[in-house]
């Protein structure tokens, strides 16, 4: 990639048309100074889909990380009691490799057909290398079938935004 702001976007359509996209930005740089400390978090969503009367418990893992240099210490937290982290924070040495907290997503005692939403919150304190940052990780939890919910909300009149993407 050349020096600059290069933007990477990923576009995906699915079987039924419903389509979807995200973008990147990715800066280079031919400074090769890395700034302090800086946490990382990925996948940036996190959702399930699962049958109504399902009780099993849904995993999904998230990398924590450092793009930058010197140690970092992270803290994580959920909002919601159906969503529970494998660890409460952690440490990244510098150098280190990223740490993986497990997201764990109850079903059970949950009504069917909707679908639940969370936030994941990762936070890194500001100390002497550098401020504070707070990275978000949006959580979803779709129990049974959601979509005719969607339909019947439709009908009653209200709307439902979707994101464009022109090239």
């Known amino acids: 990639m050349p020096v600059g702001n290069n933007v990477i976007t990923l576009s995906a359509t699915n079987s039924v048309?419903?389509?979807?996209?995200?973008?990147?930005?990715?800066i280079v740089d031919d400074d090769l100074n890395l700034p302090g400390p800086t946490?990382?978090?990925?996948?940036g969503?996190?959702?399930?889909?699962?049958?109504?009367?399902?009780?099993?418990a849904q995993t999904a893992?998230?990398?924590?990380?450092?793009?930058?240099?010197?140690?970092?210490?992270?803290?994580?937290?959920?909002?919601?009691?159906?969503?529970?982290?494998?660890a409460p924070s952690g440490t990244i040495a510098d150098g280190g490799d990223p740490s993986t907290l497990t997201l764990?997503?109850?079903?059970?005692?949950?009504?069917?057909?909707q679908t639940y939403s969370a936030k994941l919150t990762l936070t890194r304190a500001?100390?002497?290398?550098?401020?504070?940052q707070t990275i978000i990780v949006p959580v979803s939890l779709s129990i049974g079938d959601v979509w005719n919910n969607v339909q019947s909300t439709l009908v009653l009149g209200q709307h439902v935004y979707l994101t464009a993407v022109r090239r």
Do not use: K, M, R
Request: aromatic share 4%.
């Open 61 to 86: 893992q998230v990398s924590v990380g450092n793009a930058g240099s010197g140690a970092l210490d992270w803290t994580a937290t959920s909002d919601q009691p159906w969503l529970t982290l494998s």
């Open 17 to 26: 048309g419903q389509s979807a996209s995200a973008n990147v930005t990715v």
């Open 126 to 132: 500001a100390d002497s290398n550098g401020p504070a």
């Open 39 to 43: 946490l990382t978090a990925g996948p």
């Open 45 to 56: 969503q996190v959702g399930w889909q699962v049958a109504a009367g399902t009780t099993a």
């Open 104 to 113: 764990t997503a109850s079903p059970s005692g949950l009504t069917p057909n």
